[in-house]
């Protein structure tokens, strides 16, 4: 069976300051990552994937990803937060020999100005 | 506006009754896939039809079925509700079979069982 997890419910982070939203997985075989963003009263909105090549994944408002497989890992970036950046995002996994797309709890992005 | 379009936005019933949500996948693509989501749970997939046939089953309850019309949208039923299935209900659709990345989700249908 496949899982995500996003140990951090919310992470909070000054505008301006570079953020981090952590993600971990488990897949087997070679896994497909993404990234998703919900706004309030919206639904989820693709981010940035991650199918194979290169460890750093670039993606949508300035957001990038780093795969580690040693880590299992997937976590989400930015150099710089934005107060707009504020909402929930969602990291989802699956292996590359299936369907179904696992999200993980999701985290809650608070940018502060 | 990711192109898909789920009715009603919200709908309000009773332990016990029965409802349908639909959803309109974005032209063109022939998956639809459906998701619940509640506070304690998260973000569940349900049920996943490519070109109106069932492709893959998650953790939807015996009380809920789906089905994918010939025009491609498709509709979630869900029966003798409960409190626990208050929930936002979402569709998401995507062109391919195989779910490679990108889906487009609707902005869901909020259900609340009182």
């Known amino acids: 069976a496949q899982s995500v997890a996003q140990p951090e419910d919310q992470v909070n982070v000054a505008e301006g300051n570079p953020l981090t939203v952590k993600c971990t997985y488990s897949?087997?075989?070679?896994?497909?990552l993404f990234w998703y963003v919900q706004y309030p009263n919206r639904g989820l909105q693709f981010l940035l994937k991650y199918i194979t090549g290169d460890n750093l994944v670039k993606g949508s408002y300035g957001f990038e990803a780093e795969f580690n497989k040693s880590q299992t890992s997937f976590h989400l970036k930015k150099p710089s937060a934005l107060v707009s950046d504020s909402a929930l995002y969602f990291c989802?996994?699956?292996?590359?020999?299936?369907?179904?797309?696992?999200f993980g709890g999701g985290t809650r992005l608070m940018v502060k100005p | 506006d990711s192109g898909v379009t789920q009715t009603p936005k919200h709908l309000i019933t009773a332990t016990g009754q029965r409802v349908t949500l639909r959803c309109s996948p974005r032209s063109g693509d022939l998956s639809v896939y459906w998701y619940q989501q509640s506070l304690d749970q998260g973000l569940q997939f349900l049920i996943h039809y490519y070109n109106g046939e069932e492709r893959a089953k998650g953790n939807i309850l015996e009380r809920f079925s789906a089905q994918q019309f010939p025009d491609l949208h498709s509709e979630l039923n869900l029966s003798s509700l409960e409190l626990g299935d208050s929930a936002l209900y979402f569709c998401?659709?995507?062109?391919?079979?195989?779910?490679?990345?990108?889906?487009?989700f609707g902005e869901g249908s909020r259900l609340t069982v009182l």
């Open positions: 998401a659709s995507s062109v391919m079979d195989r779910n490679t990345g990108e889906l487009f």
């Open positions: 989802a996994a699956r292996h590359n020999a299936g369907n179904m797309l696992t």
């Open positions: 897949v087997s075989g070679n896994p497909y």
